[in-house]
Structure formats: structure tokens, C-alpha cells
């Protein structure tokens, strides 16, 4: 398995952007997503880039956020744009081929 650490996170006002990124310790050439845990809720699946490139997002963030890859790097970038309250929470990336974790990065957003 690959460990995978996210960073990126952070306090940010509404109708602000952040970019994540997700630092893999082995190759990424694996199609990757980005999770997220909102307060109170279960962790859903909001971005996933494959490894042709293609993408799909969850309707919440469709059109807000961007995700996309630098195998080169082993990292994974999840472009946050026109950030809303209701975006708080914790942040995830995932390797499709692994079950674990990485520890996650906060992001708060302010209205």
C-alpha cells in the first residue's frame, strides 16, 4: 500500500478557493479520489480522476472544484473554488487500489 498525506487545508471566507494536495509515498498510477467528512455525516465520495484522465464529481461540488494529478510527482490536487459554508469539513484522498487512509486536512469555511 501506498501512505498518502494530504495538506492544504485551512480557514478561508466564503466564495474563497484552496487547493489540496495528496502526497503518495509510492506511484499513483491507479485512479485516485478525493473524499470528504462533513460534521455529523458520513464520508462521501466527492472527486475522482482515473488514470486516463477522465474525471466525475459529485454534484455538490460540480463546477466549484478540480481535480487533477501529477504522476510525475505522486501527488493528487483537488482545486477548491467558490467555497461555501457547507464545504467544512475534513478532507481525504484515496488510492482506489489501497483501503487506507491518510490522516485527512481541515477545511473551515467562514460565511
Known amino acids: 500500500q501506498v501512505q498518502l498525506v494530504e495538506s492544504g487545508g485551512g480557514l478561508v471566507q466564503a466564495g474563497g478557493s484552496l487547493r489540496l494536495s495528496c502526497s503518495a509515498s509510492g506511484t499513483i498510477f491507479y485512479s485516485m479520489a478525493w473524499y470528504r467528512q462533513l460534521p455529523g455525516k458520513q464520508r462521501e465520495l466527492i472527486a475522482r480522476i482515473h488514470t486516463s484522465g477522465f474525471t466525475n464529481y459529485a454534484d455538490s461540488v460540480k463546477g466549484r472544484f478540480t481535480i487533477s494529478r501529477d504522476n510525475a510527482k505522486n501527488t493528487v490536487y483537488l482545486q477548491m473554488n467558490s467555497l461555501k459554508p457547507e464545504d467544512t469539513g475534513v478532507y481525504y484522498c484515496?488510492?482506489?487500489?489501497?483501503?487506507?487512509w491518510g490522516q485527512g486536512t481541515q477545511v473551515t469555511v467562514s460565511s
Open positions: 484515496k488510492h482506489d487500489l489501497y483501503a487506507n
